[in-house]
């Protein structure tokens, strides 16, 4: 166990011999947000530790349907073909996607070009999940090396286990206590709430569940997700009334900086599934989904003589911001604060996005397609940051892309996303990919290091990171809590 004289001493002997510099930025106090709830507690459960995602190393289209995906998939080398101007029309009936606006397509500059943000938030996911013992003096040191942001994971699977009145209160007593660990570290810690409407429980997994263009029938529940939040209107009163219990039991002490939400893996998307010798699943061929669709029985792959490819690609794509919009709707009854939708990768962009539509939705040489990640048009279509919504980029030090490229589609995913966010007056906060090593003594690439994470949040404009996790720290291989306070004490 790490005691606070040991994190310094290790800090002063790290600033001799790791010290790159960084340009400093001031302080700054940023919001914070009440949810007027009630104290509780109770002994801890045993359970599984935090539970999110684990990113791969660059998959392969074939890879199994509940792999982690790292979403960091580039612009085809076929030349595209022109974009069209299709404007989409809403035919959801369950809640209204926001009216389009068009995906701003100039040349941008090399970076965002946003004000930059004085100071930054840094977090570290750690004993904000079930299963991992509190160490409140562990959480002390992690204070004193900057970490002022912490991540509540909560399970609605644990929560809510047995049905929609169902409710335990000793797992939800579990959690508070967590809270109530974090808030005791210092009068400036702050938090974020992932929903973890990921970790879906049974019951609901069963209900109206997700089909796509072969039939398939998709799984939903621990780890990946993907209940039928997207489609179907049942779903989705069980998730508003999941939200509801959460804030009214949990005590945040006016602490909640965000609230973070995404359907699959924690992020705003579609379930990824590769299907060998066939198309990547689409999930928009239940009955609900089939009933909004524009042109319905038309399936990716067919041929489009009247523009189905296009009109059943957008739409599919807009109903994610549509999905995106019904948490915001859900969660705007009990909280005022910052709101994030989770996207991790690069994305999709126009040039290949209209590659795609002219081969009818089916592309071997394109990949991830299927989960809708087609940012640059999502991005501009998002609740405005006046409306407290802010973006939040999942795979900071990835391993992708050329940010010194003349394209911007061809930036790392760190950059593109900061540049979409920026360019539609949003801010954007950052977490690593995970397992990210310091520097690259041991052979890392530098794109994915410690170190250029840092020069990504300073030299793209991110509120701050958080960093996934304290387990790896205790690892040789990977960024210890010493190396994560200097870094901090670079940028502060």
Request: net charge neutral; aromatic share 12%.
């Amino acid at each position: 166990m790490r005691t606070n004289s040991l994190i310094k001493l290790a800090s002063l002997l790290l600033l001799v011999v790791l010290m790159l510099p960084l340009s400093s930025i001031a302080h700054a106090s940023y919001p914070v947000f009440d949810t007027s709830l009630s104290d509780a507690n109770s002994a801890m459960p045993s359970e599984p530790l935090i539970r999110r995602r684990t990113p791969t190393p660059t998959p392969t289209a074939t890879r199994p349907a509940t792999a982690a995906a790292t979403n960091t998939a580039k612009a085809a080398t076929n030349t595209p073909v022109p974009p069209s101007t299709y404007t989409p029309v809403n035919t959801s009936t369950d809640t209204p996607v926001p009216t389009n606006t068009l995906v701003n397509t100039s040349t941008p500059t090399n970076s965002p070009t946003s004000t930059p943000y004085a100071g930054h938030r840094y977090g570290l996911v750690g004993q904000g999940g079930l299963g991992e013992r509190i160490d409140t003096v562990l959480l002390q040191a992690q204070y004193s090396a900057g970490v002022k942001m912490r991540f509540v994971q909560l399970g609605w699977d644990v929560l809510q286990p047995s049905g929609p009145s169902s409710w335990d209160s000793g797992i939800a007593n579990a959690f508070q206590q967590r809270i109530d660990a974090f808030v005791s570290t210092g009068p400036d810690t702050q938090m974020v709430l992932d929903m973890g409407i990921q970790y879906s429980p049974g019951w609901v997994n069963s209900i109206d569940p997700l089909v796509d263009q072969y039939g398939n029938v998709y799984q939903a529940g621990f780890p990946n997700g993907g209940v039928n939040v997207y489609w179907s209107q049942t779903v989705r009163q069980h998730v508003a009334g999941y939200i509801q219990r959460v804030f009214s039991t949990l005590n945040f002490h006016g602490r909640l900086w965000a609230v973070r939400v995404g359907p699959y893996m924690g992020e705003l998307l579609y379930p990824e599934r590769a299907n060998a010798g066939q198309n990547l699943s689409f999930w928009a061929f239940d009955s609900r989904a089939q009933a909004q669709s524009p042109v319905q029985g038309w399936r990716p792959g067919d041929q489009s003589p009247n523009g189905e490819a296009e009109q059943f690609y957008y739409w599919y794509v807009d109903n994610l911001t549509s999905t995106f919009n019904f948490f915001l709707g859900e969660i705007r009854r009990y909280y005022s604060g910052y709101v994030a939708p989770v996207t991790p990768g690069a994305g999709m962009w126009q040039g290949n996005v209209s590659q795609l539509i002219s081969r009818n939705l089916y592309d071997p040489s394109l990949q991830w397609y299927g989960t809708g990640n087609y940012w640059q048009r999502i991005f501009s279509m998002l609740p405005s940051g006046e409306q407290n919504v802010i973006n939040w980029c999942s795979s900071m030090g990835d391993g992708s892309g050329n940010d010194q490229s003349a394209n911007w589609w061809e930036w790392s995913s760190a950059k593109i996303q900061a540049y979409l966010a920026q360019q539609n007056g949003r801010r954007i906060y950052g977490e690593n990919s995970a397992p990210n090593a310091y520097d690259t003594t041991g052979g890392a690439d530098p794109r994915t290091t410690m170190q250029w994470i840092f020069g990504s949040v300073q030299d793209n404009n991110y509120l701050g990171l958080m960093w996934v996790s304290q387990s790896y720290m205790a690892d040789s291989r990977y960024a210890s809590l010493a190396q994560y306070q200097l870094m901090i004490s670079q940028l502060p």
